[in-house]
Structures are given as structure tokens and as C-alpha cells.
């Protein structure tokens, strides 16, 4: 009842802001549902048109041909104006997010998004010394966004077409000017430019909804400030878009000056149904943060670990988050088991300007300015191994995965893969948390002759598989997989040799055989024996190397403030040589660069080495970054508008390549 109280509490005690907070949710639901409904018929006219042209080409006249395309035409207007309804509408009642925003790297990510959708297009872009500013990105950027279309489609005609961005910061106003050289239009019309449906300009000759720059207006009047515009007829126009001086007032992060400790915020599953995962990292935070403490803590200030249990429960993540960046103030995040809980924390980490490093084994894809990913992903964990497999035992591969979101992402990765590497997907099974029986599923990978299975399981009664798959004496039917020993220990819970023959590839486990990575279990065992920690996996080591990796950030920065803190992240020079071989942040991706393992359980549960790759990285994330918003060099180079998602291969597909 408390925990209910409290988070009713911080979302509001305000009638008249929930009373707001409702309708606007309303609002927002009944604009999408009016703009469905006419939407879709649109689409299936289009559709049906098309089909019709497609089937009867051949025996329609010239003109039913031209009247089919009219139709499409059409259908594609109104498709269109719904959607520019929709952003108007928005412009007027979306709740205002503030959000440091680049505008100068805005402004060019907007006009390469326009540019892309009209190929063979040429048009100069210059674009002055912008400010930062405080804003809501959405509206922010759909304000440029039409502005530079206009300027793009009403230059059409000319041969050195030119936009020139410019801002004027005066005594309390800042000032964004956009400037081209096309058609222009005549002042006595000015004053119905920023009326919404009306148009100056011939429809047929130029494309539109005449509602762009009412939208500009009132996204302009939203944060109370106002929009212009100067024309001249065949010489191109001007727009002026004004806001008040508050949206340069950047907040700065005072948390460094306010005291004299580094906080680190660590959330995880420590006592709930996931609670085995967290056992060695709890113990891993402990070490690094007592060796650093030891030398002199990091820029002479002590680290204060403040650990908060979740325990795989989402409410309880959103507590714990809330308290240590609202009212902790922590310098950063650590920590997550399960997807949902970075989730939130990513969320929040976004929302109160927080840096979060994640160190947690994920399933990839995870983008935001202010989150990194330090463990090893699915894509890294799963290459060479399976082409390792698929050369030794055959191309046939079975994937068994938790129906969740690590596990259905998974898959996704083993299904490219497999196909890329020349191999076979001959089923896909999804387990539950509830299932016991696994004999029926058992059976089906029996009876189409997998020559290898690959199993991501996560929940506990997806042990039983492991079980009743050795009981079955399948053992010589070699088991990938990117849980087992890499992150959970059923090799040391489970009796030899029920994992016999199973295969995972990580970063580093406690048989890892390498001097850096036995000298970090001889320290880790003089202070955690095996009833403490009864094994160390691969999360061990990158919770270790994660204090490393802030605290060599934080030298490089020579401050904790956030920004400072992930430029140095961003820059390519921090790494840390740990236990498990060198690991390099990257700016590109907010992932990291490392060498891993291909190890073979024994009948003696033993994990024997079998390979070790030199440093691999992935470029999906930034692959993906350019393909939607036609920026090359991901997350660093869209800096604070940098798009905070997950990508996945359920939606995109990309060309894998090692370091």
C-alpha cells in the first residue's frame, strides 16, 4: 500500500494537473483515432486503384489509365493532409518536454531528411553558429522541418538554390532566421502566410497543404514567441522565428560542487526471481569501488555506492530510479536485470539528464545520448560461434528462446545469422514462464533433424529444458547459447554432465585462461568464496570493468558533469585493459568494442576454451541512425537529439561487420 501511495504521489497530487494530464490524453487519443479512420480508406482507395491499373493495364484505355492515377493522387493528398492536421493539432496541445537540443545539428538533420525524399535535388545549405537550447524536440524539429520544406520545394527552379540558417541572440530575445533565394512572393500577401489552408502559390505547379507555416506560428506561440516572414518576388523570402531568452538558460549540472563523494546509483533484481544473475555483480561493484577508494577515489573525490533492490518488478524500478536521480542526485546510473528495468531507466536517466551505464548483457540495439551498453550483445556473442557450429556439425539450426523481449530479439539475430552464414532455420519455439513439460518440443526439434540448437533461456522453469533435454541423451546435438555459464550458472547448479556439449561465447567466465582474467579471480576469491558467488560470469567482469570505464571518463573530463562525462565516453580514448582483455567505449553506438571466447562445456562442466576473436564491434545502431534520419556516425553525431529507442531485428535488417 505504501509503495502505491508514494507512486501515486509522484506522479501527481495536483487535481486541476491530473484533471489536465486526462484531457490532453484524450485529446491526443481521439486526433489519433479521427486521423485512423480517414486515413486508412485513403490507403485502401489508393490500394485498390493500384491493384486495378497492375491487373488491366493492357486493355484500359490511355486516359482510364490517367484517371487511375489521378485516383492515387489524390487518395495520397489526403493521406498527406491528415497527417499535416494531426501535426498542427499537436503543435497546439502537446505537453512541452524540455530537452537540450543542438539546434545548428537539428537544422541539418532536418534538411537531410527532406533532401532524401527528392532524389537528384541540389541545394546549398549554410548554416551559422547556432545556440543550444531548451526545447521539446518534436515540436522543435516539425517547426524546421516545414520551414526548410518550403524553402526546398519553392527554389525548385532555381539553378544554385541556397538556404542560409542564421540566429541573433538580443537582450532578451532569440531570434532563428531562415533565408532562400526562391520564388519569393509579394508583401501585400504576408499577412495570410501564417493562416492555416491558405496558399499564395499555384497548387498545381507547387505541391502542399497551405498548413505548414500556421503550424510554425503556433509552435512558435507555444513557447511565447511568434513567427514572420519577409518576401521578395522572385528573389526568395525570409523567415523569423522568435522565442524568449529563457531557452538558452541551459541547466547546469551543480551536483559535482554540491559535495564531496561520486554517487553511483545501482538498481538490480537483488532479492526477486532473477536475484542468481546479480550475485556476482553486487560483489564486483564492491571490489572496483574499494580498489578505486584505496588509490584515492577518482579526482580525489570517494565513491559512494548506493544499491536499490527491484527486484524484477517495474513499479519498483520506477521507485528506485525516481529516488536516486531525483532526490540522490547520483552522478550515475549502473545496473538492470531484465529488459523492462533499463527500460525505465533509460527513460528516466533521459528525463533528469543522467548518465546510464548499463550493465546488463542486452539484446541490442539500445540508443539514447545518455545511456551506455557495456556488456557484450547477442550479435557479438553469436557470429563466430555459430559459424564455428554450423562448419562442425551441420547447417540445420533449432532456436528455442524465452517469450520475452531478450529472447524474441535473440532469435531475430540467430535467424540473420544463420542465414547469412549460409545455414538453415528449421523451427522456433518461444517458451513461457509457466511451461514444465518440454518432452513435445523435444520432440518436434527430434523429428526435423536439427544438427544444432541455439537456446536463449531466461526464466527459471526453463531449466527443466536443460534437464529433460540430457535425460533424453541428446547431449551429442550441440547447445548454443548466450545465458548459460555467460550470465546464469546452471553448469555449476546442475549435476555432470546434464550440460555436456553446450557451447557460449562471452566476454569472460571464471575458466577464462588468460593472466589478466586469473589474476581478477585470485582478488574476487580472496573476498567472495563460492558460497557467496558461486561462479563468475561475464557480467562479473563487466561490472568491474563498467567503475573503470566512469572512472577513467571522469579523468579524461576532469569533471562529473554529465555532458563533460560522455564527450571523454564519446571520444574513443576511454578503455580499460580488464580481465577480460581490452574494452573500448564507442561513440558511435554507446556500445563497446571487445575480443570474446568460444568456450565448450565438458562432462565435467568445465568450460574449455576453443577460440578467441580479436575486438569485435557492431555498426547496426549506426547502420540503423543513417538508414531513418540520414546521419552518418551514429549516437555521437546527433549529440543531444540523438534518438532514444531500442532498434530491432524484428523491423531491420543490416550487413554485420567485424572490427
Known sequence: MENRRRENQGVSTDPDKTALMQAYEDLNSFIYTISHELKTPAREISLYAEFIEEDNKANLLPQSVEDIRSIRRTCDSMTMMVQRLMEYSKAGFKIIEQQQISAALLVRQCFDEIMRSVPGRKVELTVGDLPEIMGDLFLIKLMMTN????????????????????????????????????????????????????????????????????????????????????????????????????????????????????????????????????????????????????????????????????????????????????????????????????????????????????????????????????????????????????????????????????????????????????????????????????????????????DILFSICVFPNHDAFYLQWHQRGLNHIPNASTMVAAEAYQNVRFAPPVLENMYVMASFIEELNTPAAQRFVKKFRAAYDHREVPYMSMDTETVYTAMYVYKRAVELAGTTDTEEVITALESGAVYVDGPGGRVTVRGEDHHTSRSLSCFRINNQHRAEELFCTNPIHSDYIESMIEQTMGVKGGIKAMGANAPSTQYNMLLNKFRWHPS
Open 147 to 450: 520551414i526548410l520544406s518550403n524553402s526546398i520545394k519553392f527554389t525548385r527552379e532555381k539553378a544554385n538554390a541556397r538556404i542560409n540558417v542564421t540566429a541573433k541572440i538580443l537582450e532578451d530575445t532569440l531570434e532563428f532566421h531562415f533565408r532562400d533565394n526562391g520564388i519569393g512572393f509579394d508583401m501585400a500577401y504576408a499577412g495570410r502566410i501564417f493562416e492555416a489552408f491558405q496558399r499564395l502559390q499555384d497548387e498545381d505547379a507547387y505541391e502542399g497543404s497551405g498548413i505548414g507555416l500556421a503550424t510554425v506560428k503556433k509552435i512558435a506561440q507555444r513557447f511565447g514567441g511568434d513567427a514572420s516572414i519577409i518576401g521578395w518576388p522572385g528573389k526568395g523570402c525570409e523567415v523569423c522565428v522568435s522565442f524568449p531568452g529563457s531557452l538558452l538558460k541551459t541547466p547546469r549540472d551543480n551536483r559535482e560542487s554540491e559535495r564531496d563523494v561520486i554517487k553511483v546509483g545501482i538498481i538490480g533484481d537483488f532479492t526477486g526471481i532473477c536475484s542468481e544473475l546479480e550475485r556476482g555483480k553486487v560483489a564486483a561493484y564492491k571490489l572496483a569501488a574499494d580498489e578505486i577508494n584505496r588509490m584515492g577515489g577518482i579526482n580525489e573525490k570517494k565513491v559512494e555506492l548506493l544499491f536499490r533492490d527491484d527486484r524484477s518488478l517495474s513499479e519498483l524500478t520506477r521507485e528506485a530510479v525516481k529516488e536516486l536521480t531525483e532526490e540522490e542526485r547520483v552522478d550515475v546510473l549502473m545496473g538492470s536485470t531484465l529488459s523492462p528495468s533499463r527500460e525505465i531507466m533509460q527513460h528516466y536517466a533521459d528525463q533528469t539528464k543522467t548518465l546510464y551505464l548499463d550493465t546488463q548483457q542486452t539484446e541490442g540495439g539500445v540508443s539514447s545520448h545518455y545511456t551506455f551498453c557495456l556488456s557484450a550483445m547477442p550479435e557479438q556473442q553469436m557470429t563466430q560461434m555459430l559459424a564455428y557450429l554450423l562448419q562442425k556439425y551441420g547447417r540445420k539450426c533449432y532456436v528455442v528462446a524465452a517469450d520475452y523481449n531478450y529472447g524474441i530479439l535473440s532469435a531475430e539475430w540467430v535467424k540473420y545469422l544463420v542465414h547469412q552464414l549460409g545455414g538453415e532455420i528449421v523451427g522456433v519455439e518461444y517458451l513461457d514462464d509457466r511451461i514444465t513439460d518440454f518432452n513435445p518440443l523435444i520432440d518436434r526439434i527430434l523429428q526435423l533433424e536439427a
